[in-house]
């Protein structure tokens, strides 16, 4: 019963910045590999960013959002954040997070991108001036 719920979306203009989070359940969450995806009708969805349970959590980005994206987590508070600055139009998207729960302990999470499919309903961001 691995959950998820996101939230933090909304509309934002071109060069903003919004902060979505993402608060598990049902599960031990600080042994997990966490990961941040976004989806638009019609298109495959695209894993972004993700983070593992070590050292305080070990990040991976995708290029398109390198440099623009920061994800962290507060095991504490069973939530992983995604910090998200210059904000453009083509990251308007639902994000949503997920695991791989076969996969505790995984020690770099970005090959686990492709495996992961525990979901949760996602949070529209909609980026438009």
């Known amino acids: 019963q691995v959950q998820f719920a996101e939230s933090g979306g909304g509309s934002v203009r071109p060069g903003g910045s919004l902060t979505l989070s993402c608060v598990g359940s049902?599960?031990?969450?600080?042994?997990?590999?966490i990961g941040w995806f976004r989806q638009v009708p019609g298109k495959e969805r695209e894993g972004i960013s993700c983070?593992?349970?070590?050292?305080?959590?070990?990040?991976y980005y995708s290029d398109s959002v390198k440099g623009r994206f920061t994800i962290s987590r507060d095991n504490a508070k069973n939530t992983v954040y995604l910090q998200i600055n210059d904000l453009k139009p083509e990251d308007t998207a639902v994000y949503s997070c997920?695991?791989?729960?076969?996969?505790?302990?995984?020690?770099?999470?970005?090959?686990?991108?492709?495996?992961?499919?525990?979901w949760g309903e996602g949070t529209l961001v909609t980026v438009s001036e």
């Open positions: 997920a695991t791989d729960r076969t996969r505790p302990g995984a020690y770099y999470c970005a090959g686990l991108l492709s495996t992961m499919d525990s």
């Open positions: 049902g599960f031990n969450f600080n042994y997990y590999s």
């Open positions: 983070i593992d349970s070590y050292d305080g959590g070990r990040p």
